[in-house]
């Protein structure tokens, strides 16, 4: 099992940068998928990014390339969401989700573990 805990959201205007935290507890210490997500309201949940702690590949969704970046430092198991050049699309609670078994993808229902939230506005 691992919990996962978000920080760092706030209000950003268009063309700033935020930096998001999931700190991460629990059985991390084997290979797991970690990935952000988003919704706004009336929308379905959107994968962001995902990494794989083994391999370190990593899995971004088109509306974000070159945009954000996902990350991780083992030492203190926090995975991290550089989001540059935000847009005001960008606007959505984020959360930080966790699978194990294997897969890693941006759909939602790959995740077992998810966080709390955290609040992203962009204007």
């Known amino acids: 099992h691992v919990q996962l805990v978000e920080s760092g959201g706030g209000l950003v205007q268009p063309g700033g940068s935020l930096r998001l935290s999931c700190a991460a507890s629990g059985s991390t210490n084997v290979n797991i998928c970690v990935a952000w997500f988003r919704q706004a309201p009336g929308k379905e949940r959107e994968g962001v990014a995902a990494t794989y702690t083994s391999s370190g590949e990593l899995y971004y969704a088109d509306s974000v390339k070159d945009r954000f970046a996902i990350s991780r430092d083992d030492t203190t198991r926090t995975f991290y969401l550089q989001m540059n050049n935000m847009k005001p699309d960008d606007t959505a609670m984020y959360y930080c989700?966790?699978?194990?078994?294997?897969?890693?993808?941006?759909?939602?229902?790959?995740?077992?573990?998810w966080g709390q939230g955290t609040q992203v506005t962009v204007s």
């Open positions: 989700a966790a699978a194990y078994g294997g897969a890693c993808d941006l759909l939602p229902q790959t995740y077992n573990y």
